[in-house]
RNA sequence: CGGGGCGUAGCUCAGCUUGGUAGAGCGCGCGCUUUGGGAGCGUGAAGUCGCAGGUUCAAAUCCUGUCGCCCCGACCA
């Protein structure tokens, strides 16, 4: 039997919900789809059910073309694993965690990479038994700061997580592809727009880190691009700089340099009182010492100095990569108190003594600076005295950082890493991650198998994921117009919806005639046999998004039906045996 | 965690400045009419005004505290 609307677990509404931004969001309560239950966290309806299973479906169709078995583990696991692979402690606060009668700790897990490769363990133990791929498609929990945009970035979300497992680099580089080919598969049959970008890989290590990324404005990922290179904005590395030619600059000097709290006023500053014949002083002139605090695995807190040039902003999520497993926080007046070298406003690696910042010198704080601050680029810095720069204090000469990191922000316009020109920056929400986990937690948890040799190896791996429920909210957020959802075919909850359009009962009785016929025929059908005026029925229908929709109504009686594309808007009449060769 | 906004009927909101009977639209029930674009008329049910304390003869409204939600930022294998 055909889904009757009169009989179907939705509501739709006729106003936006108070709570939600975005147009996904909005558009799937609305339309019944989603109900809010918490903070980030939904409740499904049948509508949406049946949308998410149906993406579900083409996932696991491309996992199976690419040879990885379905498995199923629970939400809910004891903290063992984590403790031996150390993110209990390093998941911090995003982690849901709970504790049972007994006292012992469990929690809800963010992802199973430890769970896989106990598995894995448990079960297997040669060579023989490799390459092995295993998936689940199951809820993860996160206890976001901020959950955001409905679907986009829950507490609770659905998603595909696959595992390698290798004997050695060439069996992850084969299985890696295979997974990544998936990819590129799954998001081509949902017509979703892709980017696939380098990425960090994170605390865990390993090789090879790639994500999926969906341009579009709500993102919240930064990546650069050109015709050949895409990166993240935070694996995006500085290349191409030469350095400079310092002999003819003049020796490194200070001044007093009276209100100049900002770079604007500092180069403003230098060209009224240190003017220079060539040009005129920039920003870019200056050097900006930012002062961070990292705080270690093991707690302890150190703080840094970060030099970027005075045009560009230091890039925290970048400097984060760096600096990582420790993690960093702009320094606040408290942590000064330690630190009495330090002259707020006035910090530079230089002083009229010589080199002051970086671990062997006077201020004995480590120091770091971006590629961009060259060897033999001279620069305007604090001078380390309250109310003085220094001019031309050249790297390389005047003072050498204890070491380079990524640390100014991506600007468009700056030149690619492979060659290909200027990069542009885009906006995109992270659909898929693909990468080379490598050894990490097969070595922690103790992952070996026998080799042809007999001799133990450490098996490595390769970890893929996708948010399920993420993509469906992308589906929403690019299939829509002002009047409702419009669904792939694919993906629709429905293949059509038959509206009955007028009071008579020999209306009716057509539409579900025509409804039975089309459902043998293998649609997947909803009939809108609702006595309720055509209008209600043609604006539910718009905003519930099937992609095809069949009127039958004053022509009923000659089997005659009007074929409406959702997509097109196009509306026109056709016999009823004639409509199943449009859906 | 920093900044901003908001909690009043199932939903979207007004009322609060200036204290005095708790409202509208939509939705929901019933009756009649209507049936190709959220239809009409009549009628009805529905609210601890987030919570707690205080001021007052009297608090949705003023004061204090507290909880929650949304947005921006920080954060986000």
Redo the contacts with the bound molecule.
């Keep these: 039997m055909p889904d009757r609307l009169s009989q179907l677990f939705v ?12 147009r996904s ?1 909005k558009l799937l309560v ?1 339309a019944g789809y989603i109900r ?1 239950a ?3 966290i939904f409740t499904w309806l049948p509508l949406g059910l049946k949308v998410r299973r149906r993406i579900e479906k083409i996932i696991r169709d491309e996992m199976a073309n690419a040879g990885a078995q379905e498995v199923f583990f629970p939400a809910l696991l004891p903290k063992e694993p984590y403790e031996l692979s150390g993110r209990w402690k390093t ?1 911090g606060d ?1 982690i849901f965690r709970l504790t049972d009668r007994k006292g012992a700790d469990y929690l809800l897990a ?2 199973h990479e430890e769970m896989f490769t106990l598995l894995v363990k448990d079960l297997y133990s040669s060579y023989k038994d490799l390459p092995l791929t295993i998936y689940q498609i199951q809820d ?1 929990y ?1 206890d ?7 679907l986009l ?1 829950g507490r609770e979300f659905s ?1 595909k ?1 696959a595992y390698s497992f290798d004997i050695d680099d060439a069996g992850l580089d084969s299985s890696y592809q295979k997974q990544r080919d998936a990819y590129e598969r799954i998001f081509q049959r949902l017509g979703i727009e892709y980017v696939i970008v380098n990425a960090d ?4 290590g390993g090789a090879k880190s790639e994500e999926f990324l969906h341009p579009t404005p709500v993102g ?2 930064l990546f650069v691009r050109t015709d050949s290179y895409a990166a993240n904005v935070e694996a995006f590395v500085t290349t191409g700089l030469a350095e400079i030619d310092a002999s003819s600059t003049p020796a490194a000097a200070v001044h007093p340099s009276p209100n100049t709290p900002t770079i604007e006023t500092l180069v403003d500053f230098a060209n009224a009182n240190w003017a220079r014949d060539d040009r005129k002083w920039t920003a870019a002139d200056t050097l900006k010492n930012v002062v961070l605090k990292l705080t270690h695995p093991d707690e302890s807190t150190e703080l840094v100095v970060v030099a970027v040039p005075g045009d560009r902003e230091a890039d ?2 970048r400097i ?1 990569v760096a600096f990582a497993p420790a ?3 702009t320094a606040e007046a408290e942590d000064f108190k330690n630190y009495p070298e330090l002259t707020v406003g006035y910090i530079g690696p230089w002083s009229e003594s010589g080199q002051f910042l970086g671990e062997k010198h006077p201020a004995k704080i480590r120091y770091f600076a971006d590629p961009r601050v060259v060897n033999g680029s001279a620069w305007i810095t604090g001078a380390n005295v309250h109310g003085h720069h220094a001019i031309n204090v050249v790297a390389g000469r005047d003072f050498t950082p204890d070491g380079y990191i990524e640390a100014a922000e991506i600007l468009a316009g700056d030149q690619a890493p492979d060659g290909s020109g200027p990069v542009e920056i885009a906006r995109g929400m992270e659909i898929g ?1 693909v ?1 080379q986990l490598g050894r990490f937690f097969a070595d922690v948890l103790g992952l070996q198998v026998l080799d042809q040799n007999g001799k133990l190896v450490t098996v490595t791996m390769g ?1 893929y ?1 996708i ?1 399920v429920t993420r993509l469906l909210a992308i589906l929403a957020e690019e299939n829509n117009d002002e ?2 959802l419009i669904w792939p075919k694919n993906v629709a909850p429905y293949d059509v919806q038959i509206v009955a ?4 009962d020999s209306i009716l009785d057509a539409a579900l005639a025509l409804a039975g016929d089309l459902e043998s025929a293998g649609f997947d059908v909803l009939v809108d046999d609702r ?6 029925k ?6 519930i998004g099937v992609p095809s929709i069949v ?6 009686g000659e089997q005659i ?2 074929f ?1 594309n959702r997509g097109t808007g196009e ?1 026109k009449e056709v016999h009823f045996s004639e409509v199943a060769a449009l859906i």
Excluded at 11 to 22: N, S
């Design positions: 509501r739709t509404l006729r106003e936006d919900p108070a709570d939600a931004e975005v969001h609305r809010r918490a903070p980030g998941y995003g963010p992802t993860k996160r976001e700061a901020r959950p955001r945009a409905g970035r998603m997580d890989n994170g605390l865990m919240e990922d925290l999520k984060e993690e960093v926080a991650h990468f970890s994921g948010g009047k409702g359009a007028g009071k008579d006595a309720v005026s055509p209008g209600v043609f604006a539910d229908a718009e905003i009127i039958v109504g004053r022509r009923a039906a009007e409406w509306r």
